[in-house]
């Protein structure tokens, strides 16, 4: 049974002026111990998606279809419940460690703490794995009396780590981890984080608009746009041979680990991707997409068989691959 599975779920934003859909009809399946890779342009709707399984949206957000996790439906668990899988089975690393980070609270106190309230451990129990989890993470243990502002980013993208590590998760999600860091403390995050779910046996959801970085770390790569999964197949062939125009756009964007050039100027990407309130009709890519045919203005576009557990909803898919 896989650990995670998502059955078209569509998250739907109330705001004033109307209705925002953020993620429309996702489905997808996580194996335990398995590192599952989410990428597109920002406002994809990667975050929205991320917080919906941990039920962490607004109130104002409308959830819809199945969210597994371990066979238990996430959207009608009750409160209590929910609180407990929050850090005991599956846990959140946010995009800029800052937001997560209290700045007066010494950073061994705040790892401490979701131990304690869950009454894992004792506070001699706590401070030991403190310490143990902070070597984990490749920081001292007389870093558990800094505060954060005496860190530096990557250091408390490492403490973040370790609080998300601490109640021992069989999942973790991490929302664009390395994303504010510079090129090579980006690359030693992503080792760390690569090194520890495999040792530790974690299966991952890493979210980033940067392919590379994905396809580094994750076996398995889906691709957002405009609130849909477009690409959903093994990162390397994602990466290397995308069956889908705006992955390989992505591809060619991001085409190693932290490019400062391509981050200022994305290769190849040209447009914005589309406000969802106004989504254009057919597939939503084509107005930006370079082998656009007429039908894909109107076009019913779905996942369809790309090849071995491959997916793309592209009509050139369609017709090459013959499914109908
Ligand atoms: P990503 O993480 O891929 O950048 P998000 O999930 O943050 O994308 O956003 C997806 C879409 O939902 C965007 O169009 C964004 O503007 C919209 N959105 C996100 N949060 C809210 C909210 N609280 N209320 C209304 N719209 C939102
Ligand atoms: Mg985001």
Redesign the pocket.
């Known amino acids: 049974m896989s650990l995670l599975e998502l059955d078209d779920v569509s998250v739907t934003?109330r705001?004033a002026s109307g209705e925002?859909p953020?993620?429309r009809g996702v489905s997808l399946k996580l194996d335990s111990g398995a590192a599952l890779g989410v990428a597109?342009?920002?406002?994809?709707?990667?975050?929205?998606?991320?917080?919906a399984l941990m039920r962490l949206?607004?109130r104002?957000?409308r959830v819809e279809g199945r969210i597994l996790l371990d066979g238990e439906d996430v959207l009608t668990m009750k409160w209590g419940r929910m609180r407990a899988v929050r850090w005991a089975e599956a846990s959140i690393v946010f995009q800029g460690a800052q937001h997560g980070l209290n700045p007066v609270r010494r950073i061994g106190d705040q790892i401490a703490e979701p131990l304690l309230v869950h009454g894992l451990a004792k506070p001699d129990a706590a401070r030991k794995r403190v310490a143990e989890l902070l070597e984990q993470v490749g920081l001292p243990s007389w870093r558990a009396r800094s505060y954060p502002h005496e860190l530096s980013g990557g250091q408390r993208q490492r403490v973040m780590i370790a609080m998300a590590l601490a109640c021992s998760p069989r999942l973790i999600i991490a929302?664009?981890p390395t994303t504010a860091l510079d090129v090579m403390v980006q690359a030693q995050v992503l080792t760390l984080i690569k090194e520890l779910v495999a040792e530790h046996d974690i299966s991952l959801i890493m979210?980033s608009?940067d392919l590379s970085v994905l396809a580094d770390v994750c076996g398995r790569l889906a691709v957002?746009y405009a609130?849909r999964v477009v690409e959903y197949g093994p990162s390397a062939e994602v990466f290397h041979d995308a069956k889908h125009p705006y992955s390989r756009a992505l591809a060619a964007a991001f085409p190693t680990v932290g490019d400062p050039a391509s981050r200022l100027a994305p290769k190849g990407l040209g447009g914005d991707p589309p406000?969802?309130m106004q989504l254009p009709g057919g597939c939503s890519f084509h107005p930006r997409c370079p082998v656009a045919l007429d039908e894909c203005a109107t076009l019913d576009v779905e996942l369809w068989p790309a090849g071995e557990r491959r997916t793309a909803a592209c009509v050139h898919v369609r017709e090459k691959e013959g499914a109908s």
């Open positions: 934003y705001i925002v953020a993620v597109g342009e920002s406002g994809s709707g990667k975050s929205t998606l991320a917080m949206l607004p104002d957000a929302d664009e979210i608009h957002m609130g406000d969802p």
